[in-house]
């Protein structure tokens, strides 16, 4: 019998589909060495060809710094854990009791350095800070210069931008006005406020430069939670900014994540976010999407699957084999449900607690992606069992999608023999699990 546990094995990449490395969001992704990677806020940048994606180490589970960790990768899917890029340092604003989040770094050429910048805050935010770091490698460890308040005002979520110039973006003024500074010329103070958009409430920023429009994505302020994350976009980084346009359907709310960096990718970019878990930051996950600006504004494609050609500056995205949990075969209290935001109207609810559905699915007798399509309106993450062919079962976790007829995918794991396989879902659990719309394999 094939065994099912590859369901929390899975990286983003090292599994193939199609004789490509994949990007998988949502799955608890892993270094080249099988360790969790631990880089959430990300900032990436790019030395020759390779990319360095910064980031903060949440493994403690908490809000304070443990440290701004340092990956490698040259195809932005297979990454190699370094040394820490930074370290907690008593005695200063970025001990370990403090807050040092979303680190983001840029090269200056004038003092041939890389410069970190990130928020600096006191344990109970109140400090609203930017800090400054310098190295003189990509991963350091870089050394502290200090935190202030730029122009002294407030900085909580920031980010970087280079366009011949440096700039700042931050959440400013207790998060009610968004500023873009310029730097000064060692990258090391800001030196004037270049644009303000009052009483937006945006954090998590990010520029992307296409076609001589500068489109800024930003989350407004929701905590930990999601919110649907937001684009704006003007011909001068002073201004004037449009008034703001969803990247994706509002009631996803960004597919459960927050934005962290929006990489340049060819004519189009990529969405780097994080899916919060604030009672368990370390376990929070990464949501990397395509984002298309073929329609002249930037969309997210929601792909379960997809692979990128950082050569050719393309993605594409994997098809798979859709089968509608109605059609399953229902087992226990399980029963159907209708409404018009699932496929074809209908999905399995009453899952766990007495109730599962089995789904006959078609393998190809190795390790394959699932991407469960669920709808789960309570306030908390549920959990369901999936097991293959009877076999022994994998708990997968399922977050507030946002309402009872919102629904979300989240991918598993799962070896399937070649031909004739069953997905049971639900089963053996005390708890009710979220509502299942249906099954795509890859």
């Known amino acids: 019998m094939f065994s ?9 990449g090292l599994l193939l589909v199609n004789g490509q490395s994949v990007i998988v969001s949502g799955a608890p992704w892993k270094d080249t060495s099988g360790n969790p990677i631990q880089a959430h806020g990300a900032g990436i940048f790019k030395v020759g060809s390779t990319f360095y994606w910064l980031g903060e180490d949440k493994s403690h589970n908490g809000a304070s710094f443990k440290a701004v960790s340092c990956y490698s990768s040259t195809d932005l ?3 190699a854990r370094h040394n820490d890029a930074l370290s907690p340092v008593s005695g200063t604003m970025i001990s370990n009791t403090n807050i040092v989040e979303r680190p983001k770094v840029i090269f200056n050429s004038k003092n041939s350095e890389y410069v970190m910048w990130f928020h600096s805050d006191s344990s109970n935010y109140g400090a609203a800070m930017v800090g400054v770091a310098t190295a003189k490698t990509p991963c350091g460890p870089y050394t502290f210069k200090g935190s202030f308040k730029p122009l002294g005002a407030d900085s909580r979520d920031e980010g970087l931008f280079q366009d011949g110039s440096a700039y700042l973006l931050y959440a400013s003024d207790n998060n009610q ?27 998590a920023p990010g520029i992307v430069k296409r076609n001589g429009v500068y489109w800024l994505i930003a989350s407004h302020t929701s905590g930990w939670a999601p919110n649907p994350n937001k684009a704006f976009h003007a011909t001068s980084l002073s201004g004037p900014w449009s008034s703001q346009a969803d990247i994706a359907p509002q009631a996803v709310r960004t597919y459960f994540s927050q934005n962290a960096y929006d990489l340049p990718l060819g004519s189009n970019a990529i969405y780097m976010g994080d ?3 604030s009672n368990v930051l370390g376990s929070s996950q990464y949501i990397w999407y395509p984002l298309d600006f073929s329609s002249g504004a930037p969309k997210l494609v929601a792909a379960d699957v997809w692979s990128v050609n950082v050569g050719a500056g393309t993605f594409s995205v994997a098809s798979g084999t859709t089968y509608e949990a109605e059609k399953g075969t229902l087992g226990g209290s399980s029963r159907l449900l209708s409404n018009s935001a699932f496929s074809g109207g209908s999905a399995v609810g009453y899952l766990g607690n007495g109730g599962s559905v089995t789904i ?5 007798g190795t390790a394959q992606w699932v991407s469960l399509y669920i709808a789960n309106g309570d306030s908390s993450w549920r959990t369901t069992t999936v097991s293959v062919n009877g076999g022994s079962s994998v708990t997968l976790d399922q977050p507030n999608t946002g309402g009872a007829g919102v629904v979300l995918s989240i991918p598993v794991q799962l070896n399937l023999r070649s031909g004739s396989n069953t997905i049971t879902i639900g089963a053996g659990q005390s708890n009710y699990a979220a509502d299942l719309d249906k099954i795509i394999v890859y």
Request: proline share 0%; no cysteine; charged share 20%.
């Open 77 to 79: 899917v297979k990454w």
């Open 4 to 12: 099912l546990l590859l369901a929390f094995t899975g990286l983003a």
């Open 275 to 277: 899916r919060w878990r």
């Open 177 to 203: 006005n968004f500023k873009i500074s310029r730097l000064d010329a060692n990258y090391y103070n800001v030196t004037a406020v270049t644009s303000q958009l009052k009483g937006a409430t945006l954090e």
């Open 360 to 364: 006959t699915v078609q393998g190809r």
